[in-house]
């Protein structure tokens, strides 16, 4: 009684407040600049400031007019939607706000778009993608740690606080990811994440995933024009750029978080609660709609309010924000996380937007899924029960790696060991284009590799093997060069990169770095490092690996051969997963070997006459060019 009392009360003086309130100075106007001649020529703004909303919006330039002016439940917000018709030209105009005698101008500005070769270009499974977490690949700019003002700084003893790398450790380090022969950089989130922190609980923000402003890259790891500038060095390299998106959830400190727009801004985590991670139900066809309910609406963690993306105002501002990014930095890609999370229909159309302006550009969705199907069905063209369509090119292909990883460990027999990557692989029927899975053995919220293989260096490179010679985009993480380990703990799987801290007594960026670290941890580094680069390095040259057909063969004693073909040349993949000798007999791959005579192992250089059986060392895969 005492409560309704209080409200009742409270929303009096608030009712008040707002009739009398003045027109304060407009704190932000989103985005910041827009472009002229987009193919969507309507464009939203939303307006922040104290007691905006009630005030009334004008403008006044040739080709944009003011469609309508949206106020929300929350005074302090205004949205106006502009039409930016093919006749409006770059420049800038002036909004004005006027409420009684007050008046408040805000100049505006339209870009003219940038057209070059080397942005928007879209990745595919010609390319070899190097995964990093910004801040802890290499601090490149002690003096950005710690930023008056931001929550947290640099602790270097502490598992889950930040710990200072940058785009500037990024930016000096673009030669080494070049010499690793990647073509494509993916980094983990690089937004404001000015978080409050737990780390008792795990709640650290290092990774990026909580944003706190979507506009503004951490100045803890730089501004947005050092930014713009590391991706345009590294596009002039020859290595694309994929941005980190989250669209699910924010962090409870972002600045619209902290001042809802409207109530149905964010799911109500006191009805919803957390999600249940199942996406199952999303296409479960036996789903209740409490889980189903939970899983979409549900928050990710406590520090990450789940948006409402069916809040027509806020889907606006996401797909805006996206295509902001996109023109701003060039960027060739997106990884879109959690895609499953969101309401479906908002990822169909958010992802239709984005293609529709920039058709060559990529987007893949961060999909964990349990199984092919489940996989399959978010990439484009899946035939749904209801006819969605996911728009969707590159799913994360959580199946594959799942196979590599088990297949590696187990014991073989009719169906596991390498006979799990074969299995695994026959499904892809379910896919429309599985040469656009972006395949991987690790990221960073997976058990490193070389853990998951029990630190048996000749597992790990049999897996590397395959994941650079079979179908689909390789996802390299950093320090798998250099057979980085780490449990399935956050931190654990995250650790910096030895070099990349002023004073660490390695560099494992240098040959000189990598020699000391294998000797320190007593593994073969260099040899490991050289193999994979070799093989990346190769296959960056090799069309047959990007867009060649993919044949395989039942494997047989732990032996798994495929062959990728095109009209003008045939590799042959042989890996022999047991620890003995083996002597291949070959007439069982007469459809593909009756053209040839020998095969030259890319790695070792080794050549093979392939008139005979082929005598395989134990734990060894042969990478064979073939010829005539
Ligand atoms: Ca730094």
Same mark, same amino acid.
Not at 156 to 166: C, H, I, L
Not at 297 to 302: C, R
Not at 440 to 448: E, G, K
């Given at each position: 009684m005492i409560k309704r009392f209080l409200l009742t009360t409270c929303f009096i003086l608030f009712t008040a407040g707002v009739i009398h309130a003045q027109l304060a100075d407009i704190e932000r106007v989103e985005p910041e600049f827009w472009w002229a001649g987009f193919h969507e020529t309507e464009l939203q703004l939303l307006v922040y400031g104290d007691n905006i909303g009630s005030s009334r919006a004008s403008l006044n330039y040739p080709g944009v007019t003011l469609k309508q002016v949206i106020s929300v439940e929350n005074p302090n917000y205004l949205f106006l939607y502009l039409d930016v018709t093919d006749e409006a030209e770059p420049g800038t105009f002036t909004i004005i706000f006027k409420k009684g005698d007050r008046v408040l101008t805000h100049e505006y500005t339209l870009l003219e778009r940038e057209f070059s070769s080397t942005r928007h270009q879209g990745f595919d499974s010609s390319d070899v993608i190097y995964l990093l977490m910004p801040d802890r690949f290499a601090n490149g700019d002690p003096t950005n740690d710690e930023i008056p003002g931001m929550i947290e700084g640099v602790d270097? =003893?502490?598992? $889950?606080? %930040? /710990? *200072? *790398? =940058?785009i500037k450790g990024i930016s000096d380090n673009l030669e080494y990811i070049k010499d690793l022969g990647m073509t494509a950089i993916w980094l983990n989130p690089t937004f404001e994440n000015d978080m409050p922190y737990n780390y008792e609980i795990g709640a650290g923000f290092y990774h990026g995933y909580a944003a706190t402003d979507m506009y503004k890259v951490d100045r803890r790891f730089g501004t947005n024009e050092e930014f713009v500038a590391m991706i345009q060095k590294s596009q002039e390299m020859g290595m694309k750029v994929i941005m980190d998106k989250i669209h699910n959830h924010v962090g409870t400190h972002h600045w619209f978080i902290k001042d809802l727009p409207m109530a149905d801004w964010i799911h109500d985590q006191a009805v919803v609660g957390n999600t249940n991670y199942r996406t199952d139900t999303i296409m479960d066809?036996?789903?209740?709609q409490a889980d189903f309910n939970s899983t979409v /609406? *549900?928050? $990710? !963690?406590?520090e990450m309010p789940d948006l409402n993306q069916r809040n027509p105002l806020l889907a606006d501002y996401l797909i805006q924000n996206t295509i902001w990014w996109i023109e701003y930095s060039g960027i060739d890609g997106i990884r879109m996380d959690t895609h499953p999370y969101p309401y479906q229909d908002y990822m169909a159309e958010w992802t239709r937007r984005v293609l529709e302006e920039y058709p060559d550009f990529n987007i893949v969705g961060e999909v964990w899924m349990q199984n092919v199907a489940t996989t399959a069905w978010w990439q484009y063209d899946f035939p749904t029960a209801s006819g969605y369509n996911s728009y969707l090119p590159s799913v994360t292909d959580f199946p594959l790696y799942r196979a590599i990883v088990s297949g590696l460990n187990e014991e073989p027999g009719w169906d596991t060991g390498l006979a799990r990557i074969f299995y695994t692989l026959g499904q892809d029927f379910l896919y429309t284009d599985p040469f656009l899975n972006v395949i $991987? !053995? =690790?990221?960073?919220?997976?058990? %490193?590799f070389m853990t998951s293989v029990g630190e048996d260096y000749e597992k790990y490179k049999l897996g590397l093997a395959m994941l650079l010679t079979t179908r689909g985009i390789p996802q390299i993480y950093y320090g798998t060069e250099i057979m980085k380990m780490g449990g399935a703990n956050d931190p654990d799987k995250r650790r910096i990169f030895p070099g990349g801290w002023p004073g660490d007594e390695i560099n494992a960026f240098t040959a000189e770095g990598r020699e000391k670290l294998g000797q320190k941890r007593n593994l073969p580094i260099p040899e490991v490092f050289e193999y994979l680069r070799t093989i990346v390095h190769w296959r960056n040259g090799k069309e047959v690996i990007h867009t060649g057909d993919l044949t395989h063969f039942i494997p047989e004693n732990n032996v798994y051969v495929y062959f990728r073909h095109n009209e003008d040349e045939t590799v042959m993949v042989v890996v022999n997963g047991s620890t003995g000798d083996y002597s291949l007999s070959l007439g069982r791959f007469d459809e593909f070997l009756y053209r040839y005579s020998s095969g030259t192992d890319i790695i070792s250089g080794d050549e093979f006459e392939l008139d005979s059986n082929l005598l395989l060392d134990g734990m060894r895969a042969y990478i064979l060019e073939l010829s005539r």
């Open positions: 270097m =003893d502490e598992p $889950f606080a %930040r /710990k *200072g *790398g =940058d066809p036996y789903a209740s /609406k *549900g928050w $990710f !963690v406590d $991987f !053995v =690790d990221n960073h919220d997976l058990t %490193r």
